[in-house]
């Protein structure tokens, strides 16, 4: 087996919370991906452990560029080969686990069967699963869906009560504690002891040096956990011989592997003990690949099932059924990582391997997908549907989906060549310095974050990338170490809100888009020396085709200017229209295949002045009450511009007498006084736009890309708003 490339990603899964998550809300790990001369491909994930001084990510990071440092190479085909390579490349266990998974995967697909039968071959392989419940309720449901096998999660206190409960609400069915080493060491009998006339089989680790409880005879029989990563052989051998011991938990991200935990499974079945497979929180790939593992073993039941903080993509029935490590279960997940049809499915999350990932796709001329990491399962798993569904044209260099803010967002196709024109129109629109440095801060399933990707490709200039949250000090400090950003209204006003910060002195210009900015917004920026230059783009038009110049970067009233080769056609300043864009950098389709180029009618309204482009408002935005037309954001200019309102957004509600009226929801802060206000609003608006209800909130509901939720404002609680 001759290795073309191997190729590493960082992941973050998320965790919604419960079980053992223990408070983490990620989980940060590598991927490693292997690809042979003939197209196979193996996939392995390391993910240690935050707090371990063996397995690092850093240790684990180390261990997998190894592989990569050797690439390509030939190996022998063979499992025990296979193991001693992965075992030579690193001491960290979870990148050793790792890579054996992606070798083995790629060696199972070459030889067109599954990682469980190049391990142990076989004729027929199902599983069934212990599933983690906590609580009666759940306990009964997974009974009644199958499950034969429960696992309860301990605290420190033993959990009786609930314990008991869960044991009458499932009779007949076995149960697994697990303490996770939490149990003082002298109370653990007096526990066992409690627990005697259960159903229980084993409590997993009750206590650290669980393994030397068992030189005394035991009331309720305990498995080994965690603790066999630093068990030595003699005390693994005495700890095996005893009563007490009824299982080993092998986990292959802490134990090295297929090979460590084959041979530890091994001693445990001549010992006649169980071997059970577990996972220790991995993302998808490290549970695919431990379960196969346990299909390999086979055996009781494995700890495999469903897991409460996993929620997020773990779903799986009480038994489990897979046939490789890219099969049954785990196809939708892995889409993410190895998409059909040539495109790369990328959950667009903030770090240096989403960077990475994009810029290969690029230079290889691979399609790539970038889905918002953030948005709900079912509209992820919409929009992954959609991708594999389509058949792209020839020169599809990346698929993004509209903001979703007025309907079922809408997957848009570019081309490289549009990329290339977009890079090129901003360059000489704002120009490079040799110490450039762009910001990216913007999410890259929305074209102003993979906008900066490509422009820096473009031009070999460095990316400053915000990882992770994007809170106030952080932003504030990759702003410092930057020359150029893109950044949205919110994340401005996120900055604005310190009273002391200002625009740091390398700064030279800020792209302010994706969504109207408030006056009073950029007239404080304009205060703190902020060099913002207000932006007009669409996802269609990847991004920017219209921006104040840089002549008058930090002018609230600067003028909206068309990018080189951008033909705007739209109203006059008495009748807006339509805007209709001509440019280089539209977007060939969608996804459903609708044309997009070679002209675009957007949904805005606006006009044309002097060269300029004034936008107006959204064709569907426009409220008709009365028969009189109310564009939302002149009205919300006017709240906007209200001392204690922070932001604004209008919309229509229906009304049996004028057909609409206007709504608004606003965010405020204090000092903000609801007489002034209205006082202030009925002096600047006529009768017709004045806001009829209106909700008060902290701060208004946000797209994942930073634009207000409009649909979720109008949903806000909202009362009539008296004129006196």
């Known amino acids: ?220 029989p305990i498995a080994l956990d965690e603790s066999l990563g630093a068990l030595g052989p ?94 049954a279960a785990w196809t939708a997940v892995l889409d993410d990582l190895v998409a059909p049809r040539g495109v790369r499915v990328e959950p667009a999350m903030p770090t240096r391997g989403t960077v990475a990932t994009i810029e290969s796709a690029l230079t290889a001329r691979t399609p790539i997908a970038l889905l918002h990491a953030k948005l709900p399962a079912h509209e992820l798993g919409r929009q992954r549907a ?58 890259t399933a929305h074209a102003g974050g993979l906008a900066i990707v490509v422009r820096c490709l473009s031009a070999g200039r460095p990316i400053v990338l915000l990882e992770g949250e994007a809170d106030r000090e952080a932003l504030a400090a990759a702003l410092a170490r930057s020359t150029l950003a893109s950044l949205v209204p919110t994340q401005l006003a996120m900055l604005l809100d310190d009273p002391a910060w200002r625009s740091p002195p390398d700064l030279r210009a800020v792209l302010l888009g994706g969504a109207a900015a408030p006056i009073p917004l950029l007239e404080e920026a304009a ?26 970067a930090g002018d609230p009233r600067a003028p909206l200017v068309p990018l080189a080769g951008v033909e705007l056609i739209a109203g006059t300043r008495a009748a807006p229209a339509r805007i209709v864009v001509r440019a280089p950098m539209l977007a060939t389709q969608y996804l459903d295949g609708a044309p997009i180029a070679p002209a675009f009618a957007t949904a805005d309204l606006g006009f044309l002045e002097d060269g300029a482009l004034h936008v107006v408002g959204r064709i569907d935005d426009v409220i008709i009450t009365g028969g009189e037309n109310v564009h939302p954001a002149e009205v919300e200019a006017v709240l906007s511009a209200t001392p204690g309102v922070r932001a604004a957004c209008a919309f229509a509600v229906a009304d049996p007498r004028w057909g609409q009226i206007v709504g608004c929801a606003i965010s405020i802060a204090a000092p903000f006084d609801l007489c002034t206000a209205t006082a202030r609003w009925h002096a600047a608006l006529p009768p017709h736009a004045r806001p009829r209800l209106l909700a008060t909130t902290d701060a208004l509901p946000l797209l994942p890309g930073g634009k207000i939720d409009r649909r979720a404002a109008a949903a806000l609680p909202a009362q009539p708003v008296d004129y006196g």
């Not at 044209?393 to 993004?400: S, T």
Request: hydrophobic letters at 55%.
């Open 234 to 327: 003699a005390a693994l051998t005495h700890a095996l011989a005893q009563p007490g011991l009824a299982a080993l938990i092998l986990k292959p991200t802490l134990l090295g592997g297929f090979a460590a935990c084959l041979a530890l499974a091994a001693q445990a079945r001549a010992a006649g003990k169980r071997a059970i497979v577990t996972h220790c929180l991995e993302g998808p790939v490290g549970t695919a690949a431990c379960a196969e593992l346990a299909l390999a073993l086979g055996g009781p039941a494995a700890g495999l099932a469903p897991h409460p903080a996993l929620a997020a993509w773990s779903v799986q029935p009480p038994q489990l059924r897979t046939t490789s490590i890219v099969a």
């Open 1 to 220: 087996m001759r290795i073309a490339a191997v190729r590493i990603r960082t992941m973050r899964w998320p965790i919604p919370g419960g079980g053992s998550a223990r408070g983490r809300t990620e989980r940060a790990a590598l991927v490693v991906e292997v690809v042979t001369e003939d197209g196979h491909v193996g996939l392995g994930e390391a993910a240690p452990l935050p707090g371990t001084s063996r397995d690092t990510l850093a240790a684990a990071t180390a261990g997998v560029a190894a592989l990569a440092a050797r690439a390509p190479f030939t190996i022998e085909p063979a499992a025990p080969a296979i193991a001693r390579l992965a075992e030579a490349l690193t001491e960290a266990p979870s990148a050793r686990f790792a890579i054996e998974a992606a070798l083995l995967g790629a060696l199972a697909s070459i030889r067109c069967t599954s990682i469980a039968d190049l391990l142990v071959p076989a004729p027929a392989r199902s599983l069934a699963c212990a599933v983690v419940v906590d609580t009666p309720e759940a306990a009964r449901a997974a009974v009644a869906a199958g499950a034969r096998t429960l696992k309860v999660k301990v605290g420190p206190d033993g959990d009786l009560e609930r314990v008991l409960a869960i044991a009458a609400a499932a009779p007949g069915v076995a149960l697994r504690l697990d303490a996770n080493r939490a149990w003082p060491a002298a109370r653990v009998r007096e526990r066992l002891f409690a627990l005697a006339e259960l159903p229980v089989e084993l409590v997993e680790e009750p206590c650290p040096d669980a393994h030397l409880l068992l030189d005394d005879p035991l009331p309720c």
């Open 527 to 552: 205060r703190r020396g902020v060099p913002f230059l207000t932006s007009y783009g669409l996802t269609e038009t990847f991004g920017q085709i219209a921006t104040a110049s840089l002549a008058r």
């Open 386 to 443: 959609l991708v594999d569904a389509a058949t792209l044209p020839d020169d599809a260099a990346a698929v993004l989906f509209t903001s979703g803010s007025t309907g079922a967002a809408r997957g848009v196709v570019l081309s490289h060549a549009a990329l290339d024109a977009a890079a090129a129109a901003s360059a000489a629109h704002l120009g490079w310095h040799e110490d450039d440095r762009w910001l990216l801060a913007l999410s």
